[in-house]
Antibody, heavy 118, light 108 residues
Framework: QVQLQESGPGLVKPSDTLSLTCAVS?????????WGWIRQPPGKGLEWIGY???????YYNPSLKSRVTMSVDTSKNQFSLKLSSVTAVDTAVYYC???????????WGQGTLVTVSS | EIVMTQSPATLSVSPGERATLSCRAS??????FAWYQQKPGQAPRLLIY???TRATGIPARFSGSGSGTEFSLTISSLQSEDFAVYYC??????????FGQGTRLEIK
């Protein structure tokens, strides 16, 4: 059974960098899937942040591209997200997810709420 | 960017009745289209991909249809656990996939 679990600080100060990790179990991150981050501000809809492949190839949402860095650690079967220079608008539940055969999201982590506040 | 527009924003239906949710794409996405269900405090769950293929473990009362720019999700006989928010998503323009704003399905 594929499982994903996000971890990281729940509170980040404005202008700091948000850092999250997604641990994958029950499936090799080196398989032929892209791995993604999606976020959801409180009471709002879903926004994709970016994708990473086990090789390290990435795609980022153009609206966040200047602030986003994603990385992968195949030895730990996990991937990570960094979002720099955060403000209150970055407050959201952050999800990690696996893309299926045709790039829909078929497995999701439970999500982690990150609040940007001083 | 392909804009996905869901309607209605809120749909009130009685248990046991049929519900139909709609989603329109601003340009053709062929059948590169998915539906997700999200309950409060939970992650979205994949229901339908390829516009009409049910994901693993999804009950047969959920069905998807459409192609191009017009799509619908039908729940044939609503159960109590089906009341949730539903999102559509296009992945035709991957990686620039986009979601709709959601339809809240509530108990009438």
């Amino acid at each position: 059974q594929v499982q994903l679990q996000e971890s990281g600080p729940g509170l980040v100060k404005p202008s700091d960098t948000l850092s999250l990790t997604c641990a994958v179990s029950g499936y090799s991150i080196s398989s032929r899937n892209w791995w993604g981050w999606i976020r959801q501000p409180p009471g709002k809809g879903l926004e994709w942040i970016g994708y990473i492949y086990y090789s390290g190839s990435t795609y980022y949402n153009p609206s966040l591209k200047s602030r986003v860095t994603m990385s992968v650690d195949t030895s730990k079967n996990q991937f990570s997200l960094k979002l720099s220079s955060v403000t209150a608008v970055d407050t959201a539940v952050y999800y990690c997810a696996r893309t299926g055969s045709y790039n829909y999201f078929d497995y999701w982590g439970q999500g982690t709420l990150v609040t940007v506040s001083s | 960017e392909i804009v996905m527009t869901q309607s209605p924003a809120t749909l009130s239906v009685s248990p046991g009745e049929r519900a139909t949710l709609s989603c329109r794409a601003s340009q053709s996405v062929s059948n590169n289209f998915a539906w997700y269900q999200q309950k409060p405090g939970q992650a979205p769950r994949l229901l339908i991909y390829g516009a009409s293929t049910r994901a693993t473990g999804i009950p047969a009362r959920f069905s998807g249809s459409g192609s191009g720019t017009e799509f619908s999700l039908t729940i044939s006989s609503l159960q109590s656990e089906d009341f949730a928010v539903y999102y559509c998503q296009q992945y035709h323009n991957w990686p620039r996939n986009t979601f709709g704003q959601g339809t809240r399905l509530e108990i009438k």
